[in-house]
């Protein structure tokens, strides 16, 4: 039988088994909090499609307001005339083709890499080694574009990725546990906005189904499915 320490059992006490809107969810999360580190704080939502169906994958990006409280590492990979762009961009990493080897050659110590198309003959390479890490440029997600500043500007700013696995979740950071309420708040209704927004056409019945806000080490409390809705 599996066993919880007294700090989360504790918590869990103070989590009543209702469903809470984010207004009230958030702070109350922040009240359970017991971890000694900076937590991140992520919302998991279950959705009622069928990702084994090309038409129904649910799959995007947003700019949270304030971002995700680290900056990420990114690289990016450009032809010449674009170089120079994702530079005064802000990019950590710039190259070409010498990138791509460098990465073949087993360096991974970036947290997001975009790349122009005329390269992506050369990136196409590396989808062993980005794909199970989710850091494969996509031209869904902006990260296959022209415009590397754009792109680089929105990762730093705090663009997050979200994508629906096989069990029909979406799980995304929105945060961290140090950030005061109203932070949070923004964050998490832009964060559910973009979802909502991103429903397939071909999705049948009810969209969201459920969802859940937590911390890294904290329980998880239930949120209102008809608040969140209503972001959208």
Same mark, same amino acid.
């Given at each position: 039988?599996?066993?919880? %320490?007294?700090?989360?059992?504790?918590?869990?006490?103070?989590?009543?088994?209702?469903?809470?809107?984010?207004?009230?969810?958030?702070?109350?999360? /922040?009240?359970?909090?017991?971890?000694?580190?900076?937590?991140?704080?992520?919302?998991?939502?279950?959705?009622?499609?069928?990702?084994?169906?090309?038409?129904?994958?649910?799959?995007?990006? +947003?700019?949270?307001?304030?971002?995700?409280?680290?900056?990420?590492?990114?690289?990016?990979?450009? %032809?010449?005339?674009?170089?120079?762009?994702?530079?005064? *961009? %802000?990019?950590?990493?710039? %190259?070409?083709?010498?990138?791509?080897?460098?990465?073949?050659?087993?360096?991974?110590?970036?947290?997001?890499?975009?790349?122009?198309?005329?390269?992506?003959?050369?990136?196409?390479?590396?989808?062993? +080694?980005?794909?199970?890490?989710?850091?494969?440029?996509?031209?869904?997600?902006?990260?296959?574009?022209?415009?590397?500043?754009?792109?680089? /500007?929105?990762?730093?700013?705090?663009?997050?990725?979200?994508? +629906?696995?096989?069990?029909?979740?979406?799980?995304?950071?929105?945060?961290?546990?140090?950030?005061?309420?109203?932070?949070?708040?923004?964050?998490?209704?832009?964060?559910?906005?973009?979802?909502?927004?991103?429903?397939?056409?071909?999705?049948?019945?009810?969209?969201?189904?459920? *969802?859940?806000?937590?911390?890294?080490?904290?329980?998880?409390?239930?949120?209102?499915?008809?608040?969140?809705?209503?972001?959208?």
């Amino acid at each position: 039988m599996r066993k919880t %320490g007294k700090k989360f059992a504790a918590a869990r006490q103070q989590v009543a088994d209702k469903p809470h809107s984010i207004e009230d969810a958030v702070p109350l999360m /922040q009240k359970v909090k017991f971890a000694k580190f900076d937590e991140t704080v992520e919302i998991a939502m279950r959705l009622g499609v069928d990702p084994k169906h090309a038409d129904q994958m649910v799959r995007g990006t +947003v700019v949270l307001p304030h971002g995700l409280g680290k900056t990420k590492r990114v690289l990016a990979i450009a %032809g010449a005339d674009k170089q120079k762009d994702a530079q005064q *961009a %802000g990019a950590d990493f710039v %190259g070409g083709e010498e990138l791509v080897e460098k990465i073949q050659g087993g360096w991974i110590d970036f947290d997001a890499v975009v790349a122009t198309p005329d390269m992506m003959g050369k990136v196409g390479r590396l989808g062993r +080694v980005l794909g199970p890490r989710g850091l494969m440029p996509n031209p869904k997600t902006g990260t296959v574009t022209l415009d590397v500043a754009k792109a680089v /500007q929105e990762i730093k700013a705090g663009k997050v990725e979200f994508r +629906v696995d096989k069990t029909s979740i979406i799980h995304v950071p929105f945060g961290k546990s140090s950030f005061d309420e109203s932070r949070l708040l923004d964050n998490a209704k832009a964060l559910v906005a973009a979802v909502m927004r991103a429903k397939p056409s071909t999705a049948k019945g009810k969209y969201l189904r459920s *969802a859940y806000v937590s911390s890294t080490m904290s329980p998880s409390i239930r949120l209102d499915v008809g608040s969140l809705e209503a972001l959208a």
